[in-house]
């Protein structure tokens, strides 16, 4: 069956928060698509709407096989029913997580660059970032296992937030990265979190390996975070998941998330999940071959007509990182510039901690007309850009 990813769909008129801009505006910042579920996913919505009725939600047990079996079936890990809690999303979960699992004033580890809004979940707890920086060659991103077995080794540092894989650089951890990251936070005592909500954005050919599914030392630190959410683009029906394999964090899970109230299903959310994951597969494999092709032309596009900067990974997510260093100011400065010039609205990459900047993430999901688009634009701004700071 062939699926739809180049027709135009208006988002304006909708409440979406990514397109609340201008009329003359392109958002291609936060991370979700512009495309339409799969037609397997909005049948299932549509007949739980058809009901009528939309009270307070149970578990189902369909709902319990849909993710074992993704998971057995995907990504060969096999999770226990009981390792499952549903939570509202993925985010509530690791701020409940911080909460929970860890006490004020204490370190939760983050690599930077990485996702901007592990940075609120720990602050807005009374907890202390401890920013432990990737290291970066000019071509990829690897982690400085000495850097990070010193972070660890701090008596406040109690929580490592792995991303899994990692956004916004697109970098898939193999197997031994993450049994060295296991085997240390173990040593000292530090529990994982891993997020792996992008785990199914993997290059057509290139799969990602669950952080639990890797040793027993792995599966009895961790907590994993996921979700159907990003891959199918439900964020905003508020659905996922935390696997918990050790049954003490498990309990304390479960007790964080119902006593934050994001335990509960919404009247959609179990319908939406377990379609996603029994019939949504055909309609992935057409979308990862899709992204692929829209992170082909950005490439392409840039070595031909804009060779300042790079592309750094398209390995997973839909996020491509791209290198700015070959620009001249900060990237915050850089997209400032771009959106009011060019109307083009991507994020800067130091916002992502400090080794962000020099960088911008921008998102491909959506139409290759609506790349093309955002490419000019990208190239009229980084222009005017360059001349603009060559007058100072």
């Known amino acids: 069956m062939g699926y739809d990813f180049d027709s135009k769909i208006n988002r304006r008129e909708s409440y979406s928060l990514k ?12 991370a979700d698509m512009d495309f339409q579920t799969a037609p397997e996913i909005r049948e299932a919505i ?31 890990f096999a999770m226990e029913k009981d390792w499952l ?53 000019g071509k990829e991103y690897s982690i400085d296992f000495d850097k990070l077995e010193k972070d660890l080794s701090n008596p406040q540092t109690t929580m490592m937030i792995l991303c899994n894989p990692h956004n916004p650089v697109g970098k898939i951890w193999d197997k031994e990265t993450l049994a060295r990251i296991g085997e240390l936070c173990a040593r000292h005592h530090v529990i994982v979190l891993s997020d792996e909500i992008h785990c199914d954005l993997t290059a057509p050919g290139l799969e990602y390996i669950p952080f639990a599914s890797v040793s027993d030392t792995c599966r009895e630190i961790s907590v994993t975070a996921i ?21 003490v964090l498990r309990h304390k899970m479960w007790r964080a998330l119902n006593t934050d109230e994001v335990a509960e299903p919404n009247a959609f959310a179990i319908d939406a999940a377990v379609a996603a994951f029994t019939k949504g597969r055909p309609w992935l494999e057409e979308l990862r071959k899709y992204l692929q ?22 390995d997973a ?5 791209l290198d700015c260093t070959g620009l001249t100011g900060t990237s915050s400065e850089f997209t400032k510039f771009l959106r009011k010039t060019t109307g083009l609205y991507i994020s800067a990459g130091s916002a992502y901690g400090r080794e962000g900047d020099g960088f ?17 634009r990208l190239k009229k701004g980084a222009k005017e850009y360059e001349k603009e700071t060559q007058k100072r």
């Open 227 to 247: 979700a159907p959410t990003k891959t199918f683009n439900l964020a905003g029906l508020q659905t996922a998941a935390v696997a918990v394999p050790n049954p």
């Open 293 to 314: 092709n829209n992170k082909q032309y950005v490439q392409e596009y840039l070595e031909k007509e804009l060779p300042q900067l790079s592309v750094v990974s398209t």
């Open 85 to 137: 809690i549903f939570c509202t999303g993925v985010v509530p979960a690791i701020s409940s997580a911080v909460r929970k699992l860890t006490t004020p004033g204490e370190n939760v580890l983050i690599q930077t660059p990485v996702y901007n809004i592990f940075f609120n979940s720990i602050v807005n707890n009374g907890r202390n970032v401890l920013e432990s920086p990737l290291t970066y060659d």
């Open 360 to 376: 911008v993430r921008m998102n491909i999901a959506c139409p290759m007309e609506v790349v093309r688009d955002g490419m000019e």
């Open 317 to 321: 997510t839909y996020l491509l990182w």
């Open 19 to 30: 397109w609340d801009v201008k009329e003359n505006e392109l958002p291609m910042w936060v």
């Open 46 to 76: 549509q007949k739980r709407a058809e009901h009528g009725i939309f009270g307070y939600t149970i578990l189902s047990d369909e709902w319990y096989q849909a993710y074992q079996d993704w998971w057995k079936r995907h990504h060969d």
